[in-house]
Protein backbone atom coordinates (compact mmCIF):
# COMPACT_ATOMS: atom_id res chain seq x y z
CA UNK A 1 0.00 0.00 0.00
CA UNK A 2 1.21 3.23 -1.48
CA UNK A 3 1.90 6.58 1.44
CA UNK A 4 -0.62 8.18 -0.38
CA UNK A 5 -3.29 5.73 0.06
CA UNK A 6 -2.08 4.90 3.77
CA UNK A 7 -2.65 8.73 4.61
CA UNK A 8 -6.01 8.38 2.33
CA UNK A 9 -7.44 5.74 4.91
CA UNK A 10 -6.29 7.08 7.98
CA UNK A 11 -8.73 9.79 8.92
CA UNK A 12 -11.20 6.77 8.17
CA UNK A 13 -9.84 4.93 10.93
CA UNK A 14 -9.59 8.27 13.80
CA UNK A 15 -13.65 8.34 12.55
CA UNK A 16 -14.09 4.73 12.98
CA UNK A 17 -12.48 4.76 16.45
CA UNK A 18 -14.57 7.53 17.73
CA UNK A 19 -17.76 5.37 16.76
CA UNK A 20 -16.61 3.33 19.49
CA UNK A 21 -16.58 5.86 21.99
CA UNK A 22 -20.58 4.23 22.23
CA UNK A 23 -20.46 0.94 23.96
CA UNK A 24 -23.93 0.55 23.69
CA UNK A 25 -26.83 2.34 23.60
CA UNK A 26 -30.08 1.85 26.09
CA UNK A 27 -33.50 1.52 23.99
CA UNK A 28 -35.69 2.52 27.38
CA UNK A 29 -34.12 6.10 27.58
CA UNK A 30 -31.82 6.85 23.77
CA UNK A 31 -33.23 9.83 21.18
CA UNK A 32 -32.59 10.23 17.96
CA UNK A 33 -29.32 11.30 18.18
CA UNK A 34 -28.41 8.36 20.62
CA UNK A 35 -29.63 6.19 17.96
CA UNK A 36 -28.51 7.59 15.07
CA UNK A 37 -25.37 7.68 15.82
CA UNK A 38 -24.98 3.18 15.84
CA UNK A 39 -23.99 2.50 12.61
CA UNK A 40 -27.55 0.28 10.52
CA UNK A 41 -29.46 2.85 12.25
CA UNK A 42 -30.55 6.55 10.29
CA UNK A 43 -32.95 9.08 11.11
CA UNK A 44 -35.94 7.18 9.67
CA UNK A 45 -34.82 4.03 11.92
CA UNK A 46 -34.65 6.09 14.91
CA UNK A 47 -38.18 7.15 14.65
CA UNK A 48 -39.18 4.45 14.19
CA UNK A 49 -37.80 2.55 16.81
CA UNK A 50 -39.11 5.18 19.21
CA UNK A 51 -42.63 5.30 17.66
CA UNK A 52 -42.56 1.22 18.74
CA UNK A 53 -41.60 1.95 21.52
CA UNK A 54 -43.95 4.48 22.94
CA UNK A 55 -46.62 2.14 21.28
CA UNK A 56 -45.08 -0.86 22.95
CA UNK A 57 -44.64 0.91 26.46
CA UNK A 58 -41.05 -0.37 25.97
CA UNK A 59 -38.87 -2.64 24.73
CA UNK A 60 -38.37 -6.21 26.65
CA UNK A 61 -36.02 -7.96 24.18
CA UNK A 62 -33.46 -6.27 21.95
CA UNK A 63 -35.08 -8.44 19.03
CA UNK A 64 -38.25 -6.12 19.30
CA UNK A 65 -36.29 -4.17 16.68
CA UNK A 66 -37.23 -7.02 14.54
CA UNK A 67 -40.40 -6.13 14.35
CA UNK A 68 -40.14 -2.75 12.51
CA UNK A 69 -40.41 -2.62 8.86
CA UNK A 70 -37.53 -3.24 7.03
CA UNK A 71 -35.21 -3.65 9.83
CA UNK A 72 -34.26 -7.42 9.20
CA UNK A 73 -31.94 -10.04 10.37
CA UNK A 74 -29.31 -8.62 8.11
CA UNK A 75 -29.97 -4.77 9.69
CA UNK A 76 -30.01 -6.49 13.39
CA UNK A 77 -26.82 -8.02 13.10
CA UNK A 78 -25.00 -4.99 12.20
CA UNK A 79 -25.92 -3.24 15.78
CA UNK A 80 -27.44 -5.92 18.00
CA UNK A 81 -24.43 -5.62 19.72
CA UNK A 82 -24.66 -2.23 20.50
CA UNK A 83 -28.30 -2.28 22.24
CA UNK A 84 -29.17 -3.06 25.59
CA UNK A 85 -32.84 -3.10 26.82
CA UNK A 86 -33.87 -2.45 30.52
CA UNK A 87 -36.60 -5.10 30.77
CA UNK A 88 -38.02 -3.30 33.96
CA UNK A 89 -39.33 -0.25 32.79
CA UNK A 90 -41.87 -1.37 30.36
CA UNK A 91 -45.11 0.53 30.76
CA UNK A 92 -47.87 -2.06 31.95
CA UNK A 93 -51.58 -2.09 31.51
CA UNK A 94 -54.17 -3.15 33.59
CA UNK A 95 -56.70 -5.95 31.51
CA UNK A 96 -59.24 -5.45 34.48
CA UNK A 97 -59.51 -1.66 33.89
CA UNK A 98 -58.34 -0.44 30.44
CA UNK A 99 -60.45 0.04 27.26
CA UNK A 100 -61.37 -1.82 24.14
CA UNK A 101 -60.04 1.81 22.51
CA UNK A 102 -57.36 2.52 24.49
CA UNK A 103 -56.02 -1.58 24.39
CA UNK A 104 -56.52 -1.92 20.84
CA UNK A 105 -53.52 0.79 20.02
CA UNK A 106 -50.98 -1.60 21.44
CA UNK A 107 -49.39 -3.32 18.74
CA UNK A 108 -49.79 -6.90 20.29
CA UNK A 109 -53.43 -6.28 21.00
CA UNK A 110 -55.56 -6.44 17.69
CA UNK A 111 -59.43 -4.96 18.02
CA UNK A 112 -60.68 -8.26 17.47
CA UNK A 113 -58.27 -9.54 20.85
CA UNK A 114 -59.24 -6.18 22.63
CA UNK A 115 -62.78 -6.48 22.42
CA UNK A 116 -63.29 -10.26 23.60
CA UNK A 117 -60.93 -9.08 26.80
CA UNK A 118 -63.52 -6.35 27.53
CA UNK A 119 -66.65 -8.61 26.85
CA UNK A 120 -65.17 -11.41 29.16
CA UNK A 121 -64.44 -9.15 31.58
CA UNK A 122 -67.96 -8.09 31.80
CA UNK A 123 -69.06 -11.73 31.67
CA UNK A 124 -67.03 -13.32 34.27
CA UNK A 125 -65.30 -10.57 36.50
CA UNK A 126 -61.78 -9.57 37.13
CA UNK A 127 -58.86 -11.48 34.92
CA UNK A 128 -56.59 -12.92 37.45
CA UNK A 129 -54.05 -14.78 34.50
CA UNK A 130 -53.60 -14.98 30.55
CA UNK A 131 -54.12 -18.51 31.05
CA UNK A 132 -57.79 -17.79 31.02
CA UNK A 133 -57.39 -15.42 27.91
CA UNK A 134 -55.77 -19.20 26.35
CA UNK A 135 -58.37 -20.92 27.72
CA UNK A 136 -61.56 -19.16 26.18
CA UNK A 137 -59.25 -19.01 22.84
CA UNK A 138 -59.18 -15.40 22.88
CA UNK A 139 -55.36 -15.63 22.70
CA UNK A 140 -52.80 -18.21 22.06
CA UNK A 141 -50.29 -19.34 24.23
CA UNK A 142 -47.59 -17.40 21.79
CA UNK A 143 -49.76 -14.66 22.21
CA UNK A 144 -49.82 -15.06 25.84
CA UNK A 145 -45.67 -15.40 26.04
CA UNK A 146 -45.18 -12.55 23.80
CA UNK A 147 -47.62 -10.07 25.73
CA UNK A 148 -46.93 -11.22 29.36
CA UNK A 149 -44.51 -8.51 30.06
CA UNK A 150 -46.66 -5.95 29.48
CA UNK A 151 -49.96 -6.68 31.58
CA UNK A 152 -50.72 -6.20 35.07
CA UNK A 153 -53.82 -7.73 36.53
CA UNK A 154 -54.91 -5.79 39.71
Request: hydrophobic share 40%; net charge positive.
Amino acid sequence: VSDSVFKQLKPYRNIKQKNIVIEFVELKTADTTDLIRINGIGSYYAKQIISRREKLGGFVFPEQLLEIYGIDSVRYDQFKHRIKVDETAIHKINLNTVTASVLSKHPYFDTRVASNIIKLRKQKGEIKTLDELVAEEIITRQQADKIKAYVIFE
